[in-house]
């Protein structure tokens, strides 16, 4: 059994910078795809960032926010900068054995972390 835990998030200005962070417990190996998915007021399920033998970003957030990983792969970072308010959104961190843009395909969804981000 899987599980993902994510922490980080909360409330920030307009330009200020928040980090989630995402640790994952029961993969039999060592390496797998983690990534991020956000979901927005009103707004269907996108595709963030995930990381796995390259690194992919959504063109809303590239050059804003960084994926990252630690030494194990077992815990993954999202650095956000410059947040903007249409940024808010529940966050999701996602695994599966390859990487999607269909959420659709991840096997594995962490509970949410709520990121607000007021103009």
């Known amino acids: 059994q899987v599980m993902l835990t994510e922490s980080g998030g909360g409330s920030v200005q307009a330009g200020g910078s928040l980090r989630l962070s995402c640790a994952a417990f029961g993969y039999g190996y060592s390496t797998y795809c983690m990534g991020w998915f956000r979901q927005g007021p009103g707004k269907e399920r996108e595709g963030v960032a995930a990381?796995?033998?390259?690194?992919r970003y959504a063109d809303s957030v590239r050059g804003r926010f960084t994926i990252s990983q630690d030494s194990t792969g077992n815990t993954v970072y999202l650095q956000m900068d410059l947040l903007k308010p249409e940024d808010t959104a529940m966050y999701y961190c996602?695994?599966?054995?390859?990487?999607?843009?269909?959420?659709?395909?991840?096997?594995?969804w962490g509970q949410g972390a709520q990121v607000t981000v007021s103009s």
């Open positions: 990381v796995f033998s390259d690194v």
């Open positions: 996602v695994g599966n054995d390859w990487c999607s843009t269909d959420p659709n395909n991840y096997r594995y």
